[in-house]
C-alpha cells in the first residue's frame, strides 16, 4: 500500500526545492503533479509543473468528483486528481503531494493514515527575502502572501511533522528521515514481516 506524503508551506519556504531534493535522494517516491487554474509561471510546463486547465474544465471535474482535494487560492483552482494515487498504487510508490493547508484537511480527512509534514522559513524576515529573490511578484501580491503566510502557520499543530527550512540540505536530510521512518513502521510492515514468522513456527527445534 502506498504512503501518502502531505507537504505543505507558505509561498517562498522553499518546498518545491526541497521535494525536487528529497525525491532524487530517495527511490519508489512519485510526485503527484496538481491541476491548477491559473498560467504558467517562468521556465514552469505543462504537465510538469502542473496540469494548466481552464476554470470551467476545472469546475466541471470537481463536479463529476475527480480531485482526491481541491481549493481556491489567491483566485486560482488548485487540486489532487484521484487517478495519481491509483497509479502510486498500482506501481508500488508512495505519492509526495505540494499541497496547501486546505486541501492538506481535505485529504487527512479521506486519507487518515496520510503523513503531513509542514515546511517553515526561519522568520518572516527570511521568508520575505526569498519572496523577493524569486522577482515573480509585486509588492502587492508580496504583502498578500505575507499576510496568507501568517495564516497558514497557524496550522502548523495540524500536522505529523515541522520542518524548518534553515539549511536547504540539512532540511533535504529531515525529511528523507522521516520518509525512511514512517516506511518501517510497524503497520506498514506486516506484510514483509509474516513470513519471517512463519519460518519460526515451522519448527526446528
Not at 503566510?149 to 499543530?157: D, K, L, S, T, V
Amino acid at each position: 500500500m502506498s504512503i501518502v506524503f502531505i507537504i505543505s508551506a507558505p509561498s517562498g519556504s522553499g518546498k518545491s526545492t526541497l521535494v525536487g531534493k528529497l525525491r532524487e535522494r530517495l527511490p519508489g517516491l512519485m510526485f503527484s503533479v496538481s491541476y491548477t487554474t491559473r498560467s504558467p509561471r517562468g521556465q514552469e510546463r505543462q504537465g510538469e509543473n502542473y496540469h494548466y486547465i481552464s476554470r470551467a474544465e476545472f469546475e466541471e471535474r470537481i463536479r463529476r468528483g475527480e480531485f482526491l482535494e481541491y481549493a481556491e487560492v489567491f483566485g486560482n483552482y488548485y487540486g489532487t486528481h484521484r487517478s495519481v494515487l491509483e497509479r502510486a498504487q498500482a506501481e508500488g510508490r508512495d505519492l509526495v503531494l505540494d499541497i496547501d493547508v486546505q486541501g492538506a484537511r481535505q485529504l487527512k480527512s479521506k486519507i487518515p493514515d496520510a503523513v503531513s509534514i509542514f515546511i517553515l522559513a526561519p522568520s518572516r524576515q527570511i521568508l520575505e527575502q526569498r519572496l523577493r529573490n524569486r522577482s515573480e511578484d509585486s509588492e502587492e501580491m508580496i504583502a498578500r502572501r505575507l499576510k496568507e503566510a501568517a495564516e497558514e502557520i497557524q496550522n502548523w499543530r495540524a500536522y505529523d511533522y515541522v520542518v524548518v527550512n534553515r539549511e536547504v540540505e540539512s532540511a533535504v536530510d529531515t525529511m528523507a528521515a522521516i520518509v525512511k521512518a514512517e516506511r518501517v513502521r510497524r503497520c506498514r510492515m506486516e506484510r514483509e514481516i509474516q513470513p519471517i514468522l512463519e519460518t519460526f513456527q515451522q519448527g526446528g527445534g
